[in-house]
């Protein structure tokens, strides 16, 4: 009989790769380690913990390889400019992979070129990684425009952790910054770089901020809010060229006139990356082309988050690539089969702590002749509802709107608005009473996807909120976490300290009555110390005389210390305000033991010193601290008012009693130091 041996081979070989297939683990590439890069991950790893029966499974079930470029650790991009204020460390802005033998970690590693051929990628060290499915989360770049000069040292972008370094440390320096762009990142630089009161400049070519977002009475109302914190804004105006030789000394404008800065700040929108693609032979155009289920031209190539092009719109936000990352992971787990849709977009930040919301069409660009408006306004707030045929299109806010997450899920299911509740905007700016329970289905945290039933259900079971994920990227949504869950059991649901100490001030409301109290007791001891005259001291001596408080050494020394270790104690304070592990207590209660004890100080004060008149350099020691006192007295009462009637005229004037508070303490060490020595040595 005979055998064609080299055919028997090749049957008996592709019969050995596919059993050797049947045991390997399925090779996902990912593309970009920024926060939907890592969603990803973390969503793949557990729908395959959700499938497997038996842990050690999810190891062998697939491999992930995980590749970054910058040269960070994973980081929440959204939060740049929260670390930029500093309102937030670096610490607090990485983000975490579950530890496990499936996932490999390659950071600072640039992918070179994508082998369609080969189903493989190479990296810039000239490496070969294979893959079953690939995973472009590439993101986007910076759009710098091509203006004469825009390359010069002090010209700056606002995109990533190496920008925002690098801004950190020339907001120092700067005496003028100017960004240009008004909408959502060149705001909230504005507000990052005015904080150490430099000067700023906003200029943004169209007739009003956020045009794509907010309509021109919502801009107008947030134009407002910017320009009583001391930010410059310039609408309808741009930039002709960046002036100077090797350094930039001022910009050109629009209409010929020139404005001298040294620092230029560039906000003009973002492209996607996808030139890896272009490279690869996938479809491309403003960003990479994928369909309904995600994938690109090729068929094990897939893609999501700002680098894609979907129905010809890319996304310049993380919630839609967060949602594109877990349906993915679903439909690589086989769970998912439905085809994915574009919902309407929200756009939410803060400014000077009053809250800005776009939802859905709305703006600028959805303006036509059949637009008609609903608008409600007041001094703190500005709101207003889109419609179009009859149909509610969109929503925008200047101020906290507590029905905005129900306003998204009813622009979601593209459902109607009834007349009764269009009648009830008109008249109290509200759609929805508090009475209105929101339903369990309701989205509550757009960026995860985390609807109210799921937080009710981690309160009921104790769980920290940030195990739903909810608050975690942008934090907009906190603001209504104290509306979905009871305020009873919302603090055995927090896990965010600054949840926490929110959800504290809230519930001592009426605490800040005896706080205004205490500090006017503080003051009137204050007052005593300056107006009253010095007291007596006893002609003979007697051990239990009063007067020995002030006259005898001794005693003296006792209350010296003693007032030293309470202003001591005092000062903590302010490291329960910065040190994120000092967790004792609520910041309430530490406040009200600083007041408690700085009253303490003072009488003892009194004692010490029997009021005398006081000499030389004990007396800048004793106007020092009379100076912080009073100063802490009037930061007390702003507190309060801040609390009862918050505006952004109370909230500056307690930011500078608080600076100026702070600066009065800071002479008291070395002139108590001095104090001390001048007693013991002479």
Not at 147 to 163: A, E, I, K, S, W
Not at 365 to 370: D, I, N, Q, T, W
Request: aromatic share 8%.
């Amino acid at each position: 009989m005979d055998f064609d041996v080299p055919e028997k081979d090749a049957e008996i070989a592709l019969l050995q790769k596919a059993v050797a297939r049947q045991h390997t683990p399925e090779r996902i590439v990912v593309i970009g380690n920024g926060p939907v890069g890592i969603h990803l991950c973390n969503e793949l790893m557990a729908v395959t913990a959700a499938d497997s029966e038996e842990p050690t499974h999810i190891d062998t079930a697939m491999r992930i390889d995980i590749f970054g470029e910058e040269p960070w650790k994973p980081y929440n991009r959204v939060a740049l400019s929260q670390l930029l204020y500093g309102e937030k460390s670096v610490e607090e802005l990485d983000l975490n992979l579950p530890e496990s033998a499936s996932i490999h970690t390659h950071w600072h590693t640039r992918i070179h070129k994508i082998d369609t051929t080969e189903k493989s990628v190479i990296t810039d060290k000239g490496e070969r990684f294979y893959y079953d499915k690939l995973v472009l989360a590439t993101g986007s770049h910076a759009h710098i425009p091509n203006l004469p000069g825009v390359h010069m040292t002090g010209v700056y972008c606002f995109r990533n952790m190496t920008d925002v370094q690098a801004l950190i440390s020339r907001r120092v320096s700067s005496r003028h910054t100017v960004i240009l762009g008004g909408g959502l990142l060149g705001i909230e630089a504005a507000r990052a770089m005015r904080r150490l009161s430099t000067q700023v400049t906003l200029i943004h070519h169209s007739a009003w901020l956020m045009n794509r977002q907010l309509t021109e009475n919502s801009a107008a109302k947030l134009q407002a809010t910017l320009e009583q914190e001391g930010i410059n804004v310039l609408t309808a105006s741009g930039i002709q060229a960046v002036d100077g030789s090797r350094k930039m000394e001022g910009i050109i404008l629009r209409d010929g006139s020139y404005l001298k800065c040294d620092t230029l700040i560039l906000a003009t929108g973002i492209r996607p990356n996808i030139q890896l693609a272009r490279e690869a032979g996938l479809n491309t155009h403003h960003g990479i082309i994928v369909d309904d289920t995600l994938k690109t031209s090729d068929d094990f190539i897939y893609a999501v988050g700002e680098c894609i092009e979907f129905n010809g719109e890319v996304y310049g936000l993380v919630a839609p690539g967060l949602e594109q990352a877990s349906l993915l992971a679903r439909r690589f787990s086989g769970q998912e089969s439905k085809p994915y849709q574009q919902k309407s977009l929200a756009t939410r930040l803060k400014v000077l702590d009053q809250p800005v919301t776009s939802l859905g069409e709305i703006g600028l660009l959805h303006e036509g002749p059949e637009s008609r408006y609903l608008e409600h306004n007041r001094e703190k707030s500005h709101r207003v509802l889109h419609f179009e045929r009859g149909q509610l299109k969109g929503a925008a806010a200047v101020g906290f709107w507590p029905d905005q997450e129900r306003l998204q899920e009813l622009l979601l299911n593209n459902e109607s608005l009834p007349w009764w509740r269009s009648l009830r905007f008109r008249l109290t700016g509200r759609l929805w009473s508090d009475s209105d329970a929101i339903a369990d289905h309701h989205i509550i945290c757009n960026c995860r996807q985390v609807s109210a039933g799921q937080l009710r259900a981690c309160a009921q079971q104790k769980l920290p909120l940030s195990s739903t994920g909810a608050g975690t990227v942008c934090g907009s949504c906190q603001p209504l976490f104290t509306q979905v869950i009871p305020k009873e059991s919302f603090n055995l649901s927090l896990a965010e300290p600054a949840l926490q100490q929110a959800a504290n001030e809230d519930t001592r409301s009426d605490s800040w009555l005896g706080l205004v109290i205490m500090g006017i007791l503080a003051l009137i001891i204050t007052a005593l110390h300056l107006f009253m005259p010095a007291l007596p001291i006893a002609q003979e001596y007697a051990f239990q005389s009063v007067s020995q408080w002030w006259s005898d050494s001794d005693y003296r020394q006792i209350s010296g210390f003693t007032m030293l270790g309470l202003t001591a104690f005092g000062l903590l304070l302010s490291a329960r305000k910065r040190l994120k592990k000092m967790t004792l207590g609520s910041f309430s209660d530490w406040r009200w033991l600083h007041l408690v004890l700085t009253s303490l100080c003072l009488i003892i004060l009194l004692a010490h010193t029997g009021n005398s008149s006081i000499q030389g350099i004990n007396s800048w020691l004793f106007y020092s601290f009379f100076s912080a006192s009073v100063l802490g007295c009037l930061l007390t009462w702003l507190t309060a008012l801040e609390h009862a009637r918050p505006s952004v005229a109370v909230k500056r004037f307690k930011r500078w009693s608080l600076l100026t508070h702070i600066l009065a303490i800071w002479p008291l060490p070395i002139l108590l130091s001095f104090h001390i020595l001048s007693v013991y040595w002479f």
